[in-house]
């Protein structure tokens, strides 16, 4: 193999990617199937100059990120579904707060306690905020163990650029496949300048992360400059991959583990001469709009999940009525098939 | 002539919100004071509760963070591990420390993180209305127990200082009161004891402060005084614990 280039998990590429990355706190609590990440932390986190801890609950988890974020420390945590389901209060409060982190939701079957089978049921979630006000995380949903590497080192960036949570959404096919990964030798990320952070008031008038606003009118104002942040992300950071746009009838939209069984589906259909091409999101919020916004009212969509369609409706919001959209999906542990695919994309052609 | 009584640097000069007697306002001047005289206020960080007192960082003059209901150990311990040098304390209610954050409190004190907590004991949930919180007195009336605590169906005051005291991360546990000028005192040395504590890397610290809310205990200032000294201080004694 070549130099730095590495077999490893998804869970394990995307803790080796936030040390690269510069993260220097992390707080987690064990749940399947992305317990290499907190594993990996525990081994590496203190070697490299930083802190770990094994917190009592997601609950504590999540608000240690606050404090760790707070502190000024590049900050992270990663669980599934349920337990970010309990990370909510907090995940809030770091929006509400504009403190930087990094959330890793490798997802898991629900509702309730569901199964440990992958699916990507939590993307309403993850993209509506999912806590309490009016408030978006940047969601970074990789495709692959490398992008997985790659992500997390761009989610530390956006994080820090728009003092926003960023988070990794992640099935756990993602998380416990291997695949090489070519390591970064990108210089680790001075972090930026955080005179906002709480250090000690020496020198200067003293710093408050709060995200409470009594005082009439103060809410509304501050809730119109997260507006103000959230419009400029919207123009800077939609990230998509396009396969075969240019002269497909039939484009699938589908994201994270979906788009690789996509991809062979369409590279099946291709080899028969079908046109067929794929839209992969890889922000899902912001959601790609401008690959979605065409003028061919012939083209036709198939949008492909382990849910039971959710990002369905941003297609929809995206396309604006101009299209045909069908859609196919399993949850609870169910994989749409490739065959499952083509047999739709037939009919739609 | 010598000034012997002063406000402290680490106090803004500001009226409080708090209402006439309430503790919160001595309880903060004590924390100020002890700050000031060991001379941590530019290294100090301070985690405000949910509750009366979220605002406090408008009344101190150091870095400040809020932290959800019940989590202020949870960021605080962050916040510790992050700036090992840095004092890093937390000022809880019961409702905050003793109900919602039980979890976040005793292991952050099993941990034995090196932090100093004030503990503001005072019965009740006062922002929200004066409800039944898990250190209300038996027969105590309040929005929520409005017959008064009945142990049978709300079960008793939970003494969350006794029970983290056990445990061998924590290495000070005082309960004090500010009821009488004499107990103020003595709550002062004991805040500055949790500040010193920490400063000496010891571990886990907590006074637990019995403070007075006239409003919600249905009492004057002066009668909620009384009622720590014959009434409050009986279910909850004071002295060193730890």
């Known amino acids: 193999m070549p130099k730095n280039k590495i077999l490893v998990s998804g869970n394990e590429a995307i803790a080796q990617g936030a040390l690269q990355a510069g993260c220097s706190f992390y707080a987690g609590y064990p749940i399947t199937p992305q317990n290499e990440i907190i594993a990996y932390m525990a081994k590496h986190m203190e070697q490299a100059g930083g802190a770990f801890i094994q917190a009592e609950s997601e609950l504590a988890a999540i608000n240690m990120v606050y404090g760790g974020s707070a502190a000024g420390a590049r900050s992270m945590t990663s669980s599934s579904s349920p337990g970010v389901s309990l990370m909510q209060e907090g995940i809030s409060y770091i929006a509400g707060s504009q403190l930087p982190a990094v959330i890793v939701n490798i997802m898991r079957g629900g509702p309730g306690l569901g199964n440990i089978a992958p699916t990507q049921s939590d993307y309403f979630q993850a993209t509506r905020g999912g806590g309490h006000g009016d408030y978006h995380l940047i969601v970074l949903a990789p495709g692959s163990v490398q992008e997985a590497y790659d992500l997390t080192q761009t989610s530390f960036e956006l994080a820090d650029k728009y003092r926003i949570p960023v988070m990794i959404l992640g099935d756990g096919i993602l998380g416990q496949m291997m695949e090489p990964v070519q390591l970064s030798s990108k210089k680790i990320a001075a972090n930026t300048i955080k005179n906002w952070a709480l250090t000690g008031c020496l020198g200067r008038k003293p710093n408050i992360t709060k995200s409470f606003y009594l005082r009439e009118g103060a809410l509304e104002e501050f809730n119109l400059k997260l507006q103000k942040s959230y419009e400029l992300i919207r123009k800077k950071e939609e990230r998509y991959e396009g396969l075969f746009l240019a002269d497909a009838k039939v484009i699938l939209v589908a994201y994270g583990t979906m788009a690789r069984i996509a991809k062979s589906a369409i590279m099946q259909l291709r080899s028969q001469g079908k046109k067929v091409g794929l839209i992969r999101p890889i922000t899902l919020w912001p959601f790609p709009q401008a690959p979605l916004n065409v003028k061919n009212k012939k083209l036709k969509y198939l949008v492909v999940e382990m849910s039971y369609g959710q990002m369905l409706e941003d297609v929809k919001l995206a396309v604006g009525g101009r299209n045909k959209i069908e859609f196919l999906g399993r949850s609870g542990g169910g994989v749409p098939s490739e065959e499952a695919m083509i047999g739709k994309i037939k009919k739609l052609l | ?242």
């Open chain 2, 1 to 242: 002539m010598e000034k012997i009584f002063f406000r402290p640097e680490s106090l803004y000069d500001v009226p409080t919100h708090y209402c006439p007697g309430c503790g919160h306002g001595i309880a903060h001047r004590l924390v100020a004071q002890v700050i000031n005289e060991l001379g941590i206020r530019e290294k100090t960080i301070g985690i405000a509760p949910v509750g009366c007192a979220v605002v406090a960082y408008d009344y101190w003059n150091f870095d400040c963070s809020e932290a959800p209901h019940g989590r202020a150990l949870a960021v605080a311990t962050a916040i510790k591990r992050v700036h090992p040098q840095n004092i890093v304390f937390t000022y809880q209610g019961d409702g905050d420390l003793a109900a919602i954050g039980t979890n976040e409190t005793i292991h952050a004190a099993n941990r034995g993180e090196n932090l100093s907590v004030i503990f503001i004991n005072n019965t009740v949930y006062g922002m929200t209305g004066g409800q039944m919180a898990p250190t209300t007195l038996l027969g105590q009336k309040t929005s929520t127990s409005i017959e008064g605590r009945i142990k049978e169906k709300h079960g008793y005051p939970l003494k969350i200082s006794e029970m983290l005291a056990m445990l061998p991360g924590v290495c000070y546990v005082e309960r004090v009161s500010l009821h009488s000028p004499q107990e103020t005192l003595k709550a002062k040395r004991a805040i500055k004891q949790a500040f010193e504590n920490q400063i000496n890397n010891l571990g886990f610290s907590l006074v637990e402060v019995l403070s007075p809310c006239p409003t919600y205990w249905g009492q004057a200032p002066k009668e909620s005084l009384d009622w720590i000294r014959d009434v409050m201080q009986k279910e909850f004694p004071l002295g060193r614990i730890k």
